[in-house]
């Protein structure tokens, strides 16, 4: 599946200056076509054809037309996750850093003052950030991320 993908990527940015290519994720989008050559999905595949002729039609100087590639991105993003249960790099750690902070404000606001919500956010952050790492390591180790 989507063997063409990665060099019709390449082939449609190689005019966008590297700041372009972050704003789009278009790294991101050439792993993701990458990792899913050895999946087959009619959802994701079609997700990804739409994505595509966005990107090949896109004018970069216009901010609507980026903002409705980064929407369908996004959603393809989504449905690889939920159908594929393929992870971009990095997410997960993220998430995790988010909860653990979260849960470390709520802890430090229970227990204290505000400084409380200060020092939990802080071993919230730490703790989250750790278990996200070591997640994410496990991800990795069953190929489970783009």
């Known amino acids: 599946m989507l063997n063409h993908y990665v060099s ?3 082939r449609c940015t190689k005019k966008y200056d590297e700041k372009q290519i972050k704003a789009l994720e278009i790294n991101t989008m050439i792993n993701l076509a990458s990792k899913l050559k050895s999946y087959e999905n009619k959802s994701v595949e079609k997700s990804m054809n739409e994505v595509l002729s966005l990107l090949i039609s896109l004018d970069i ?12 991105f996004s959603q393809t993003k989504e449905i690889v996750k939920k159908i594929l249960g393929l992870y971009e790099r990095g997410t997960i750690g993220t ?12 802890t430090g606001s229970i227990v204290g003052s505000g400084i409380g919500s200060g020092i939990g956010a802080g071993l919230g952050l730490a ?20």
């Not at 950030?129 to 489970?144: H, P, T």
């Open 127 to 146: 703790f989250g950030s750790g278990i996200g790492k070591k997640r994410e390591a496990s991800l990795e180790k069953m190929d489970r991320l783009y």
């Open 95 to 106: 998430m995790f850093a988010v909860y653990g902070m979260i849960f470390g404000i709520v």
């Open 8 to 10: 019709e990527i390449e």
């Open 61 to 72: 100087y216009n901010k609507k037309e980026q903002k409705q590639f980064n929407k369908s």
